[in-house]
């Protein structure tokens, strides 16, 4: 692509540059929200990643055989998130691999597996960045995993096969992040004329397009993983509620879904 | 090949097919430089909205290459890969086990029952019916 001609010159990145990485990695890079949008989202963030940390010492204390599927979630989240992939609009982007660990383990675990992953990629790649990070948090960690998360219930609420719950859930976990990303940056860059509404046409158009079949494969993805996992940890999976053996379990796993 | 397997590897075939068509009809040609991020388009539309926004916060460490880059997002993908072969892996393990521990017994007769028990409870998790599918696991 050309040069942009716009010189923000002060050894600071160009918003070339900084476009580089936004669009690269579809986090919002490094000091590109102005300072209240980055505070705000950071404090909207937080409660929800400390509430998420609680939940996962308390899974860990309560099921420590629990630990090695935390960690599977996580390191799917991990490569998912490092597949820069083709799409049709000629560009790429990358999946996020939330929807597994939401599915598994439900939203506010994800919310810090997200988190994690997030820093990973902040501190060490430049991509994101801390000054976002709060904005990237509550895109990737917090509204996909709850957006994947409640159609997988809604849909197994209506008695859809396990395999296709998973891959809508992981579906709309992936294109909902993006969706969130899109809504920052019209929040944060308003369209002069057309407002909110018209920049959010702009970001949601190239973003959501681009992210549309790499949903699909991260669908895919998460259903495979999901398969193998129901081959070699049933025991696991009907503790998580995710196989229910019989219809007295079923009904025992949605009282304590309620109940949570 | 058993049909467990098969529908793995056609699903794993279906993603890769989603990755490699856009660039096989070439869907980027219309580009000046095909498949860099979603930014051609978000460039434009970023720099027409505001076009004097300075970033006020730069990254503490930017790898200082494009292959130092790829070189750190290589190690997050095997990182990743990593612990997840790790997970299955220990688990086909753990399978196996319990089926070899289960034919030890069946072939040293009912002699000993409680083994049963024992050997079960060292094999993890699994319970008896997906033992019988320990072969199926591949990763």
Sequence with gaps: MSPVSQETGQGASTIHEVLERVCGAMHIAEGFLPPAHAIAWSVASAPFVVHGVRSLTREVREHPESTLLLGASGAFTFVLSALKLPSVTGSCSHPTGTGLGAILFRPPIMAVLGTITLLFQALLLAHGGLTTLGANVFSMAIVGPWAGYAVYRLLRRFGVPLMVTVFFGAFVADLS???VTSVQLALAFPDPSSGFLGA??????????TQLPLAVSEGLLTVLVMRLLVQSSKGELTRLGVLLSGKQNRTETETEVVAR | MNRNTKINALL?????ALAVLPLALGLGDHKEEPFTGADGEAETAITEIEPDYKPWFSPLYEPPSGEIESALFSLQAALGAGVLAYYFGIH????????????????AGKTAPDTVTRAASAGGEGSPEDAGQSTTGRV
């Design chain 2, 92 to 107: 086909r393990g753990r399978r196996q086990g319990e089926e070899r521990a289960r034919a030890q017994l069946d072939a």
């Design chain 1, 200 to 209: 959010l046409g702009k970001f949601g158009s190239i973003f959501a397009v």
């Design chain 2, 12 to 16: 794993l075939l279906v993603v890769a």
């Design chain 1, 177 to 179: 992040t993006y969706c």
